[in-house]
Each structure stands twice: as structure tokens, then as C-alpha cells.
């Protein structure tokens, strides 16, 4: 019976614990605590420092990581705004699911006091449904035009929604703004 | 218009008639009906709205705790939640099972809703006209009331004729009928101070006998100790919730019930919370008084200050029974048991005799007491200032507990091992034996008796 008497060896310490409960107040004031954090802390859903940790998502902005990756977009000059892309079509060559389709045309442009023969942007499409978003294009992008950005609402009422033109990835969707 | 302002003056209370000038024309069923109508009405409408923001706050005491937010989106911070909540059960199907026992079914749930309603007629839930009434039994009336709604929980398990509510019903039945005993015992060490069974008397006798009124917790922390635990029990709140644990069980004993009908149980739970709470508070901590209430001197105010610290206590009391529910995990049912049988019972018990000690030695030495710490005061025996008190309050906290702790550990140590201490200590023994017996014996033998 060693394993009986082990068990059974109580010091005065546990005695006491035991005998005013000191176990059970303090779990209790472990939740006082964070109920009384929750009424005067000032919210800030998503924060795992806050008492409160939820956010409220469609009222609140959602907090996503810094590295996340979500909806594409074509980057402007913001001296001009013109495109930044060079229609080189890197990106679509490094894209592993071919999800990026580039379409450009040779035309004399003015640049300056010269007149050179260059390839411009005229459409792009991206495939968001195919899309794994794994910045492979981004990385591959010479001038910095194309970018995965943090926005994660990418969800359309048909198929046909998925395909981002070039109106749609320079200037980004319209997305409902919820009232608080 | 002359017969309204009559009626008017019929039911009003003092102050209202005093602001008029006129002369209440004194009638019986004034009196006796048409006031206490009025304040019925007045305190089941309350009660009501009461137990529907009890869930809200439930909810939002449950979701702050667990860094939740709790409902939102119901009105500015959800508070029309309990409003759209009733409105879903009152709309919703009333299932009745095709094999119930249907008139017991459709009377079960008023039994127990009613049960709870009707104790808060002697509740004392202010001074003066506040009160409905004041019946010389109040206490008794209550505890015989409240245990009427354990019937409603047995019937509603038995009539539904399903396994699940028969077992729950039976779970809870036996849990209430075990806490109700503890709860009974642990008012009586109250009661012999007060030496009343009416409410509102009780509430006298604290202002007379504890210090500046605060209440018979003072000379009795293993009252309300027991108290406080029975009643978690008795209202089935955690760490006590077995009947419904949602957890681990389907539901309880209203299983096969369904919008208004199971709203009325839940209505019936959470006003035997307020009971309870009501209770204790009558009891243990005062009542609707509070020091420095004595210094106000218009009676209208006063009436109106009392039910508000009465409406405080209550509140304080309800919110620790939420925090309990949402901090401690639930017993087992045999720890339950145990708790209940073992520990709150002939701690009950314990202190009755206890306190019934320490009473007939501080009464006066003209009336056989040995330390004479207590003298006549307007017809009733009360303490001593300072010295009485002093004495009670230091017998009830330093004798009276450790006492009955060190008795009641003793013995149930004892009945732990009568029951199944040794026995699993010998089972981790056997099993060590075995263990070891193997490590012994070689891989190879192992092997070959498995193919075996």
C-alpha cells in the first residue's frame, strides 16, 4: 500500500487550501477579473491582449495577419496614374495555374521629345477562382505593378465574377458598407 | 369622475392621501384587495421582465467571462434580445407527444411556474407598503411553496413518456429534494435569533440584534455557507446543473417540451433564483436594510430606498450565482450526492446544535445564561452592544466552522474508504503487480502468449 500512503501525505499547506477553499477563489478571480476588464477596457475586437477578443466582422474591419495575401491589384503611377505595368508578361509565365492573362499591343508612344515603339497594357485578366495565391507573379512583377493586397472578400454570386478585369484590379470592388 | 377620485383615494397609499388633503374612506376590500391587486400586478410584471433580462445577463456575464461579447445585435448592445427571444417561443410549435399523458403534460409546467411565483407574495420588498404581505409564517410559507415546484419537474418527467425526461426528472427530483433538507436546517440557526418566522420580522430583529443592522451573517458564516450552496443546488444553477447538463446530457426533464411551455419552466428556474436570493438576503443579510437608511426621516423615501438596497442585495447575489456558473466545472452526480448528504445536512444540523450552545450560555444570568451577554430590550433578548456581538460573531466564525469542519472531515474520511477508497487502492495495486510482472518476463514470452 506505498501508493495509499503517498496519496494520503497531506501537508499543512494543503490543509489549508483545502479547509478556506483558496483553490476555488481563485479560479473565481481569474473570471472577475475578465468581467470587469470587459466593462471598462475599450474594445478592440481581434486583439488577443483585450478582455474581449471577438470582432464584430462585417461592422469592424476583420484583422488579418501582415502576410496575408488576398485580392490582386494593378498599382498606378502616383505621379501620373498611369499603369505601371510594362505588359511583359512575367507574371503570367510565372503564374503555376495560369490564372493570369495579359494582353498588349506594339504602338509608338511619346515619350518626351522621342517616339518609341513599345508594348502597352491593354487588357488583364486574373483569375481569382484558380488563384493560390502564392505570390509567385508578384514576386516576379519588374516594376511593382502587381500586388496581393490584404482584402479576403472575394466571394461572388457567379463564376463569371471570379474573372478580374483591368478596371477591376486598378481601381478595386465596391463593397457594402455595414452600419455599426 | 367623482367615483374614480373615490376608488382612487380607496387604494392609494398613505403618502398619496396625505398629499390630498381628503379622507380615505376606509374599506375592507381596499385594503385587503384592490392594493394588494395592484401590488401583484406590479411585482409579477417586474419579476417577469426581471427573468427575461436575467438571461440576457446571463449571457452577457457568461460571454464577458469567456472574452465573448455576448448578444449585439438585437437593439444598442443586445437588450432587446430577451424580447425577440419571447416573442420566437410564444410563435413557436406547442408539441405535445402523441404518447404523452396530456392533461399532466399541459399542467406541468404551470405547476412549477406557479410554485415560483407565489412565494413572491410574502417576499418583503421594502419596508412599510411595500410589503404584500406579511404572513406570521412567511419562511415556512416560502420553503413549503417552493418545494410544491419539484412536483411540476416529476410530472412533467413521468407524463412526457420518454426515457430521457423520466431519467432527468428523476435526477433532478432526488437533487432537489436533497438540497431543499440542507437549505431548511441552515435558516433555522437564523431563526433562533430572530425568533420569528415572518419576513419582515426577521428584518426587524436584525436591525435590533447585529451590528448597525447588517445582518445575521455575522453570527452565522456556516448558515450561509450552507445556504448559499443548498440553494445553488436547489435552483439546479452550476456547478449543481446536472438535471440539464447541457454538455453531457440531451436535456433534462423537459426533454419533450416546447415554445411557451418550456419557456415556462425556464421562467419558473430563474424566478426560484430570485426566490432563493430573496431569501438569503432576508435572512443573512439584512433585508432592505442598510446602514445609514435609519438617518432618512421622510417615510416615503425610505420606502423607496428600501426596496431599492433590497433590489441591490438581490442583484449582488444573482450575479455570484452566474460568476459560480461560469467559473467552477459541475460535480458528478455521486459528488453531488455526496455534498449534499454528507456534507450540507449535518453541517445544517451541526449548527443548529451549535448555536443553540452558544445562545443559552450568552443569555442573561437571571435567566440561567453563564456569561450574561445578552439583556431585554422592547420585549425581545438581543446582544449586548459590542461584547454580545463580538462574542457571536467570534464563536460562529472561529468556533462554530472548524468544529464541524474537523467532524465532518473525520468523518466522511472514514466512510470514503467504507465505501471505495480501498477498493480502488487495491485495484492500482493489483494492476502495479501486474505492470511489474511483465516488465519482468522477457519480450520473446510476451510475444508468443499474445499470438496465443
Known sequence: ?180 | MQLLLTTLLLVAPDWVVSLTRERRPNLFWAEYIVWPLIQIVIVIFIVLTLVAYLTYLERKVSAFIQARLGPMRVGPWGLLQPLADGIKLLLKEDIVPIKADRAVFLIAPVISVVAALVVLSVIPWGAGWATIANVNIGLLFVLAVSSVGVLGLVLAGWSSNSKYSLLGALRSSAQMVSYEIGMGLSIIGALMFARTLSMSGIIDAQQTDTLWGLGYFLYQPLGVLVYLTSALGETNRAPFDLPEAESELVAGYHTEYSGFRWALFFMAEYASMIVTAAVAVTVFFGGWYFPGLGLVKNPTLYVFLSVVIYALKIAALLYAYMWFRWTWPRYRYDQLMELGWKWMIPAGLANIVLTGVWYVLALPKAQGGVFGLMHEEKGRLIPTKFSGIAYFVVTGLFVTIPIVWGLLANINRRSRDFNLHEQRQLQMQLRRERLEKMLQQPASSQATEGVQ
Open chain 1, 1 to 180: 500500500m506505498t501508493a495509499a500512503k503517498s496519496s494520503s501525505k497531506r501537508t499543512i499547506g494543503y490543509l489549508i487550501r483545502r479547509l478556506l477553499l483558496i483553490d476555488l477563489f481563485k479560479g473565481l478571480m481569474v473570471t472577475f477579473k475578465y468581467n470587469a476588464r470587459a466593462l471598462y477596457e475599450k474594445r478592440d475586437g481581434g486583439n488577443p491582449n483585450q478582455a474581449i477578443y471577438t470582432e464584430q466582422y462585417p461592422l469592424e474591419p476583420a484583422r488579418v495577419s501582415e502576410r496575408f495575401r488576398g485580392a490582386p491589384r494593378l498599382n498606378l503611377d502616383p505621379e501620373n496614374g498611369t499603369t505601371l505595368c510594362i505588359a511583359c508578361d512575367l507574371c503570367a509565365l510565372a503564374c503555376p495555374v495560369d490564372c493570369i492573362e495579359v494582353g498588349s499591343i506594339r504602338r509608338e508612344v511619346r515619350e518626351g521629345e522621342k517616339v518609341n515603339k513599345k508594348k502597352v497594357l491593354t487588357t488583364f485578366i486574373y483569375d481569382t477562382s484558380r488563384c493560390m495565391f502564392c505570390n509567385l507573379c508578384v514576386e516576379a512583377c519588374p516594376t511593382d505593378c502587381l500586388e496581393l493586397t490584404q482584402s479576403f472578400e472575394l466571394a461572388v454570386y457567379h463564376r463569371a465574377g471570379f474573372r478580374w478585369d483591368r478596371e477591376m484590379l486598378e481601381k478595386g470592388i465596391n463593397y457594402v458598407k455595414y452600419k455599426k
